[in-house]
């Protein structure tokens, strides 16, 4: 009960770090329809921000929150209503909803409730004047992981589902990683990033326990972790990093390993030998045509559908 304990501290506590450049992105504003609940839980919920110029339907851009505490995280709106590009601010269940409800893993609350997002927000697209075929996700730091997901997965969309929800596609234009953590595997994350310490209680334990139960665990990872899911239909991803490949003096050697991007150049090599289209960039090492992860977001978006 002690060392349990111990872990949701210390997850806790590492969520908030991570969490924080997210919130830090902007001042969320009065959203255009707030609180849309997806699901019957309190967590289950979403906020939606719509150009106030154009006629749409307007593509949107789906942005993840917090995966140990609730939050409904926003990017610079400015970079994406003036392109006549909607956004929606989605919350999800946590790994400490998951944990108090002993669900196993509770890494798959999160999964689902993200997958469950997009489906949610295709069905009701016409509603709301939004371009169902062109449906981003993204998110900073821990909330780029179901983001990820969404995007490497394929379509769970299940035609014989008794919720109509559950039968509309999961499939998204891309995928826009701000600072992000691309696996809950730990013995693949040690490997990109030595010394690394993330992600639990994602598989009900603590990390060390997770590392000694590898070979246990292996058929949950390579169901949940988005680069288990890599194949030459996941959609496009890019990621960003504020930081280079040597951490910088003012800081914190541990908030460096959990943002490095070392982290997706592991899995840029991954997405590679897949067939699948992965951009990496962090300072001195740009990516062409695009001039940052949103304008990465923007240009996918505004594409005509293949």
Request: glycine share 6%; hydrophobic share 40%.
């Amino acid at each position: 009960m002690i060392v349990a304990t111990i872990c949701n501290v210390l997850s806790i506590v590492l969520a908030g770090v991570c969490c924080l450049e997210a919130v830090e992105l902007r001042a969320a504003p009065i959203p255009t329809v707030a609180d849309i609940f997806y699901g019957p839980t309190p967590h289950q919920v979403m906020d939606l921000y719509l150009p106030s110029e154009g006629v749409g339907p307007y593509p949107v851009f789906v942005f993840f929150g917090g995966i140990w505490q609730p939050s409904r995280n926003v990017p610079d709106l400015r970079r994406f209503l003036p392109q006549k590009i909607a956004v929606i601010s989605m919350g999800t269940r946590t790994l400490t909803d998951a944990t108090q409800e002993k669900v196993n893993p509770p890494i798959s609350f999160v999964i689902n409730d993200a997958c469950r997002a997009v489906q949610f927000v295709r069905l009701n697209a016409a509603k709301w004047n939004l371009d169902p075929q062109h449906i981003a996700v993204g998110g900073s730091s821990q909330g780029s992981l179901p983001a990820l997901y969404v995007g490497c997965a394929g379509d769970r969309a299940d035609p014989t589902a008794n919720d109509p929800v559950e039968r509309i596609s999961t499939k998204v234009t891309c995928v826009g990683a701000h600072r992000s953590q691309p696996s809950i595997d730990p013995k693949r994350m040690r490997e990109w990033v030595p010394g690394v310490k993330w992600g639990e209680p994602a598989f009900g334990c603590s990390f060390e326990e997770s590392l000694a139960r590898w070979e246990e665990l292996r058929p949950i990872i390579e169901r949940w972790s988005p680069e288990a899911l890599l194949t030459k239909r996941s959609a496009p991803i890019y990621f960003e990093y504020d930081w280079g490949l040597i951490q910088p003096e003012n800081v914190d050697e541990m908030d460096y390993k959990v943002h490095s991007p070392a982290w997706a150049l592991g899995f840029q090599q991954l997405a590679q030998k897949a067939g699948a289209v992965c951009h990496v960039q962090f300072p001195g090492h740009l990516v062409d045509r695009y001039k940052d992860v949103w304008d990465f977001v923007i240009q996918q978006l505004n594409a005509p559908t293949p």
